[in-house]
């Protein structure tokens, strides 16, 4: 089982708002690292468009670095990715197959019961 997160932050913004939450969500997620918080992103519903690989390239909102740098620093970090199984299938239409690469490499397809069993009573939750 894994271990309980100090930070579950959880993204349902796709580009409709041209990356400003997912920006907002990443660089979240990178501070709490950087403090030594165990982070995961949760993205769920259109939230799950930015695990696919090369969604964050040109994404920029003023006053923030680029989308595609919070990801990968969230990543360096130690961060976790982890995508709602269904909503992928549904809001991507991506359907996973043993030799796909259309997801990022750290990105997990996880179920409800996962991200439960992630989220305990101590659990700071943040969503965008």
Known sequence: ??????????LTTGKQDRGTRATLAFSWGC???AMGQNVAVYLTMDGTVW?????AE???????EALD????????????VLVCAPCSEYYCSY??????????????LV??????SRTGASTKVITF
């Open 1 to 10: 089982m894994s271990k309980e997160l100090g930070t579950m932050i959880v």
């Open 31 to 33: 501070a709490a690292l």
């Open 51 to 55: 695990a696919t690989r090369g969604a």
């Open 58 to 64: 040109k994404v920029t909102v003023a006053g923030f």
């Open 69 to 80: 740098t919070y990801i990968d620093q969230f990543l360096a970090l130690g961060g976790e």
């Open 95 to 108: 359907t996973p197959t043993a030799d796909d690469k259309k997801l990022l490499e750290e990105a997990q």
């Open 111 to 116: 179920g409800l019961a996962t991200i439960v």
